[in-house]
């Protein structure tokens, strides 16, 4: 696994490409998340693609205040990573946050993209509710974390709790996250401003979207995006809840490798 640095205006993007001569693929974490959470999937699939991780902007080792935390630079910095590590056509999978990043650069950019996987995304507005009870969620933070078994119980336990924890930064102190909260609040914020389902009827890319057992993506949601492309291949993963991709990423890694060889 090769570190990379791809650098956009005053943004440095830190990657990880674990090389391989089969098809690229790119992965996008959710929100306040880091590449590294991808690290299990990314040993699974990693014999048949070229896996990319990123550290998207305000996140992980990447720049960690962007004056730019629009949905453009997002889409931007795809883009950027995509052409500067000589990656194109890819296969571009992101969660939650990071999904809704891979359906944008899709939309706007066909010809850099050759497959979209959407995990826990779509393209529906983000209320401000939703971004007000994620703000106190951060607020609650018993940071710093006194002991690293004490940050897995807090984040929820198991393979999720162990993901998140991993992803902190540990000092003297104690365990800080690596990214700011009031950062991740003004990053989601955006999606608040307008839906975007111009954009996902734009895509014309094979598309699949994998779906938990959660409330992210309502029914009414679900409808329309079937409605509106009838093509794209939506699956439910059974027990799941927001971070599939840390639950089960046995069940992901057999859903991408049967799109692709579709």
């Known amino acids: 696994m ?96 990071g999904g809704h990043a891979a359906m944008l650069a899709a939309a706007a950019h066909p010809e850099l993209v050759e497959r979209l996987v959407m995990v826990e995304a779509g393209p529906a507005a983000a209320s401000a509710g939703t971004v007000a009870d994620i703000a106190a969620w951060f607020a609650s933070w018993p940071t710093p974390f006194a002991t690293a078994s004490a940050a897995v119980e807090f984040l929820g336990g198991g393979p999720v709790g162990l993901a998140w924890a991993a992803g902190l930064e540990e000092r003297a102190d104690g365990r800080h996250p690596r990214f700011d909260p009031d950062v991740m609040v003004a990053a989601l914020t955006d999606n608040t401003h307008r839906s975007w389902w111009p954009e996902w009827g734009r895509i014309d890319c094979p598309t699949l979207v994998v779906l938990a057992q959660s409330t992210i993506i309502d029914a009414e949601q679900l409808d329309r995006m079937h409605r509106d492309r009838p093509d794209s291949v939506l699956v439910s993963v059974p027990g799941t809840t927001h971070d599939l991709h840390l639950e089960r990423p046995e069940a992901l890694v057999e859903l991408v490798e049967a799109f692709v060889g579709r």
Do not use: K, M, N
């Open 2 to 97: 090769t570190e990379r640095t791809v650098i956009r205006d005053d943004v440095t993007l830190v990657c990880h490409d674990r090389g391989g001569d089969g098809p690229p693929l790119l992965l996008l974490h959710g929100l306040a998340g880091y590449g590294g959470e991808w690290d299990t999937l990314a040993r699974h699939l990693g014999p048949r693609f070229r896996v990319v991780t990123v550290d998207q902007r305000g996140h992980g080792a990447s720049t960690r205040r962007p004056a730019d935390v629009s949905r453009a630079a997002h889409v931007a910095d795809v883009v950027a990573v995509i052409e500067q590590l000589d990656l194109g056509p890819v296969t571009l999978l992101g969660q939650s946050y």
